[in-house]
């Protein structure tokens, strides 16, 4: 079983919509979450950070964790063909020098006009 | 201004060869990564360093030897390329203090023949 796992897509819909992405992972020792968010031929860019449980909101975008259940969510209220890019989830245990992101394998999405 | 600069942005080698790729970061940020991104999306740390010192080596193959001149340079040397190394390779950066400020670079794609 993978560290982090991610579903893998691709996913369409039409612009407007709610659209909701998921993590789960099973490593325990994860703290902080994060979504990050990847056009073609672009590198990642971070979107949003959690720490431990709990939600948070940008904008049209929230991010919920739940450390109990070892999922996590990203949720896009009122999609915009803009938000079509590859969704990656990434998780890490500490905030040293030698911390590490680890990455689900990213799922696509495409908002259609 | 580009934060995290990568060259070359494509590179087409035959197997066997040698070859670096370079990233630059004008952050001041003191620990810079190495990932790969393979054909499926999914993005995996290399190495990372903090302050020129190598932290993290993610059992990679030794054909593969990163290089820190200074905080803001962190070079990969690829020796006797393989078909399995044809993917993206980003490089990022960040702060020690949180993985949540980790910056990518633009992306390095690499083709072998």
């Known amino acids: 079983q993978k560290e982090v796992e991610q579903d893998p897509g691709p996913l369409s819909v039409p612009e407007g919509a709610i659209v909701s992405l998921n993590c789960t992972y099973s490593?325990?020792?994860?703290?902080?979450f994060m979504w990050y968010r990847q056009y073609s031929r672009k590198g990642p860019e971070l979107l949003m950070y959690?720490?431990?449980?709990g939600n948070k909101e940008d904008g049209r975008f929230t991010a919920q964790v739940d450390k109990s259940s070892k999922y996590i969510s990203l949720f896009i209220r009122d999609s915009q063909p803009s938000d079509s890019a590859t969704y990656l989830c990434a998780m890490s245990a500490n905030t040293g020098a030698n911390s590490k992101l680890t990455f689900g394998k990213g799922i696509t999405l495409s908002v259609r006009p | 201004d580009t934060a995290v600069s990568q060259t070359p942005k494509y590179l087409v080698t035959q197997m066997g060869n040698d070859k670096s790729i370079k990233c630059e970061q004008n952050?001041?940020?003191?620990?810079m990564y190495w990932y790969k991104q393979d054909s499926k999306k999914f993005l995996k740390i290399m190495f990372s360093?903090?302050?020129?010192?190598?932290?993290i080596n993610e059992t990679v193959p030794n054909r593969f030897s990163p290089k820190s001149p200074d905080k803001a340079h962190l070079n990969l040397h690829i020796n006797s390329l393989e078909l399995g190394d044809s993917a993206v390779y980003f490089c990022a950066s960040s702060l020690a203090g949180g993985p949540k400020t980790q910056y990518f670079g633009p992306g390095t794609r690499l083709l072998v023949l």
């Open positions: 490593n325990s020792a994860f703290q902080y």
């Open positions: 959690t720490y431990s449980s």
């Open positions: 952050l001041g940020h003191d620990t």
């Open positions: 360093y903090n302050n020129k010192e190598l932290i």
